[in-house]
């Protein structure tokens, strides 16, 4: 008796289970769902200093991001920069610069000379 009433159960559990995935997955296909519900929200403001990571402190790169645009060593290089809550880009010359934000993180894209993070 109890062996039917736990087999029961589970099955009644297993099509619960199955039927709130299946319109779910039919809200998310609709639209009815945001695709983007889980994503972590992008970070608002990418003012500060941010300065290269893992190599030697007299080497590493350091730029630092204003409302102004952007600057290096207290000079302003580029008045104009995109931030889009995830990617930045700025120009510096004739070079761009595209920086993809990752885990608190910048990674700098472009130019490729070698993958590098920059943190705050």
Same mark, same amino acid.
């Given at each position: 008796?109890?062996?039917?009433?736990?087999?029961?159960?589970?099955?009644?559990?297993?099509?619960?289970?199955?039927?709130?995935?299946?319109?779910?997955s039919?809200?998310?296909?609709? %639209?009815?769902?945001?695709?983007?519900? +889980? #994503?972590?929200?992008?970070? =608002?403001?990418? !003012?500060?200093t941010?300065? &290269?990571?893992?190599?030697?402190?007299?080497?590493?790169?350091?730029?630092?991001?204003r409302?102004?645009?952007?600057?290096?060593? %207290?000079?302003?290089?580029?008045?104009? +920069? #995109?931030?889009?809550?995830? =990617?930045?880009? !700025?120009?510096?010359?004739? &070079?761009?610069?595209?920086?993809?934000?990752?885990?608190?993180?910048?990674?700098?894209?472009?130019?490729?000379?070698?993958?590098?993070?920059?943190?705050?």
């Open positions: 008796m109890k062996k039917v009433r736990l087999q029961t159960l589970q099955s009644v559990c297993l099509v619960l289970l199955s039927s709130t995935a299946l319109i779910f039919a809200s998310l296909a609709l %639209g009815l769902v945001k695709a983007d519900l +889980f #994503e972590p929200e992008p970070v =608002t403001h990418i !003012y500060g941010w300065v &290269e990571q893992e190599v030697a402190p007299y080497v590493a790169d350091s730029f630092e991001i409302p102004a645009g952007v600057f290096i060593h %207290g000079r302003q290089v580029s008045t104009h +920069f #995109e931030w889009d809550g995830s =990617t930045l880009k !700025y120009r510096l010359g004739d &070079e761009i610069y595209l920086y993809t934000y990752l885990s608190e993180k910048l990674v700098r894209q472009k130019p490729a000379h070698y993958i590098s993070t920059f943190s705050r």
